[in-house]
């Protein structure tokens, strides 16, 4: 058995990727012990009962005293509190790390409350589900997904080092990019689809003209699809368009104007111009298949990741 590379590490926040996280490095044995600890009580008492974290704590100096690893996974909107909670408490040593899927704006607030012991390395697993809670985690979750680190002015290489052995042992790929990369990034392939995807299922459900049963009982693929990017967990994507305002404004002016341009070509019968942007559409499609991002099974009721 290889020796596990954290002593203890301490998770802040047990909701999907916290409690899947932990369920990872105990099944790997990627660390001696894995300490959990959740603001809420009701999750505290839920991930005791599930048992994923040697142990749950009352309190974040409970948690992350004596942890080699601290792993933020709470909303982007929450970081400010959780880390000004627990970084009194922050080892000598230790590294700091965290899960949102905004970078620039996380850091900062991170920076802004970091001892000047602690090393910092902001990452972001891209991997998800449309649940959430304690109960929705799993061990496998990020197999054959990719994990963005955006090393900052407080990251070591050696913290890098060992923040990417932790992603690989928990089955994911590492990319290194900037802060600012990764949130233009994230805006066009995650944040975005899920702005269109929460505003078509709002569309549909004020049409006066078809009812409610009507969008339910006639939903082909392609609404049914939008419907589960809309489940996702609300407060995550509230802090999410919040905190990374302008790369996603960026990107949703890009699509306004390409939007734009489909309206002009179907107003002027356009086909040429029409097929030409679906064939190219298509082949993104072909080349997520063949990067092995999904497959070209049926997809009724297959589980499905996200791009969070």
Known sequence: MTEPLFDRIAIVGLGLIG????RGVKARGLARRVAGYDVSPEVRARASALGFCDEVAETPQAAVTQ????????????????????APHLARGSILTEVGSVKAAVIRQVLAELPEHAVFVPGH?????????????????????WCILTPCERSSEEAVAKVTALWRGLGSAVEIMTPEHHDIVLAITSHIPHLIAFNIVGTAADVEEVTQSEVIKFSAGGFRDFTRIAASDPVMWRDVFLNNKEAVLEMLGRFSED?????????????EALLELFTRTRAIRRGIIDAGQDTQAADFGRPHGHED
């Open 19 to 22: 409690s899947s996280i932990a």
């Open 125 to 145: 697993p891209i991997a998800g589900t449309e649940h959430s809670g304690p109960d929705a985690g799993f061990a496998e979750l990020f197999e054959g997904r």
């Open 259 to 271: 939007l734009a341009a489909l309206q002009r070509m179907i107003r002027w019968d356009d086909g």
């Open 67 to 86: 942890a080699s690893l601290v792993v933020l996974a709470v909303p982007v909107g929450a970081t400010a509190a959780a880390v000004k909670a627990l």
